[in-house]
């Protein structure tokens, strides 16, 4: 077996990793499924590929690739904007629909199935401004450099699992070390309780569509920068980003990171052990697994 | 008698509109007292304290906390603006550690100040600085009641509500937490009280108001109201006025 599953495997549950940190924080703090998450992803990615569109065409010289790596100055900057404009068009999906449904006390199937409605009209949006056709940030071609061991990396993969494990500490000790992180936790366990210790639930609520949303607009930047750009991109990766979260335990950060790793590498050992077309049924496996042995995940609460 | 702290004008509340619980209930605490709801189950009690906390939707009515009228503040507005409120159960962020409840109970004051403000509930709640790092859940009956009641008074709040404090602890334990309730009362906290456990709650409160049916059916001095066998056996279910209360 070809040791490099380890290296692909570690790069995919990278990208999973980040986007089921944002579903986990927003589930456990919103309360219910978003099946629109995936598609934060696929917009942060054609964000980004916009604006550095645009910076290209002001200035040439930000598309020159910053050695050793593939892409120039235009895509850290548009990331950086990317990362903003990704979390206010959450914070406008949830003011334009799910904020009404919570003032009326929806049931939770409620803000599923309008989640679904906003996710089919998300990517539909895509299709229609960039079309279906795959995209890219950089086509230029990077050499895959020997790490030892037989595995092989390429500078942009290196620097991606980099920024993925920068972004999974910061948030961590955002939860854990600062007020706006133990708020959100207080939030998630008891939203009565927290308001009445004088925690504005509605700043936390926003907080988490941000903070998601820019989570999953990096997943979506990186998926693009090592994969292609396309509007089913979150699509495609919201069954892994919803087993990450449920393995690592809902309301976990570094659960949902281990988790998103995990499934990474099992996904990438599947392709090599029986085939490429079974990749997508690892995670609908390790899902069911973890929701008949243990449902509250590796790092979960027991309610 | 001064004039009230906290007030409540003509208050209609509930979870639905239809079905209101409280049923327009004008009611007042004056600074410095210690008052105690009482009733039946069902009287209301909880619904009331909770609609003034702002957990239960207000229906009509008015309420006011220091000459300012708080009625349709949220609940966490209504903290800042001086009204801590500790629910029955559920009061304690239970998958945190004690300092991290009380992190979050200072979070509203400068940086500066809040260490000192942990500092001063952790010297007057020793049970709780002796472990900081301890989750809450893993707390005994009476300790998570203090860390809830510290949580609450750890903005110095001119008023305190607390919703059945000694519910499910055993009477040791409830004595201890009515003894901390008079000393809170005692170092200047206006307190309001809903408590099934009448001959305790009656033993040290300033006045008591008996609830029925979502409206004030009577209300006096703990002494005449735990004197009165019509008081006790009608709205207490107690055979001689003051004898503990059902369950």
Known sequence: MNPQFIMDGLIAGAIIGLGAVGVTLTYSILRFSNFAHGELLSWGAYLALAVAGALGFLSAGLTKPIAPFSFGWALPISAVIAIGLTGLLALAVDALLFSSFRRRGSAIIIMVMASFGASLALRSLLEFLFTSKPAYFTKALQIAMKLGGGLRATPDQLLMLGVALVAVVTVHLLMTRTDIGRAMRAVSENPALASIAGIDVRRVIRTVWFLGAALACVAGIMSGLLIQIRPYLGHDLLLPLFAAAILGGIGSVPGAMLAGLIIGLCEALAVQAVGAEWRAAVSFVILIAVLLVRPRGLFGKAS | ?247
């Open chain 2, 1 to 247: 008698m001064t004039a009230p702290i906290l007030s409540t004008h003509g208050l209609v509340a509930g979870y639905e509109p239809d079905l209101p619980i409280v049923r327009g209930i004008d009611f007042s605490v004056s600074s410095g007292e210690l008052v105690v709801l009482l009733g039946p189950n069902g009287a209301g009690k909880s619904t009331f304290v909770k609609a003034i906390a702002g957990l239960v939707p207000i229906h009509a009515g008015t309420m006011m906390l220091n000459g300012r009228d708080i009625t349709h503040v949220s609940p966490h507005r209504k903290v800042a603006e001086g009204l801590a409120f500790v629910p029955q159960t559920e009061n304690v962020f239970a998958t945190m550690t004690i300092l991290e409840n009380l992190q979050i109970a200072v979070a509203h004051l400068p940086k500066a100040k809040r260490g000192a403000a942990i500092e001063a509930l952790f010297s007057r709640f020793p049970d709780l600085a002796a472990r900081p790092s301890r989750l809450a859940g893993a707390l005994s009956g009476g300790q998570r009641q203090m860390l809830a009641v510290a949580r609450a008074l750890a903005l110095d709040p001119p008023v305190i509500i607390l919703d059945e404090p000694s519910a499910g602890l055993s009477p040791k334990i409830v004595s201890e937490v009515f003894d901390m309730l008079k000393a809170i009362n005692a170092g200047g906290v206006t307190v309001l009280l809903v408590e099934q456990n009448v001959k305790a709650a009656l033993a040290i409160a300033s006045r008591a108001v008996i609830l029925a049916e979502g409206r004030i059916a009577h209300e006096g001095l703990p002494e005449e109201l735990a004197s009165d066998p019509l008081v006790g056996k009608i709205y207490l279910g107690t055979a001689h006025g003051h004898q503990g209360a059902p369950a």
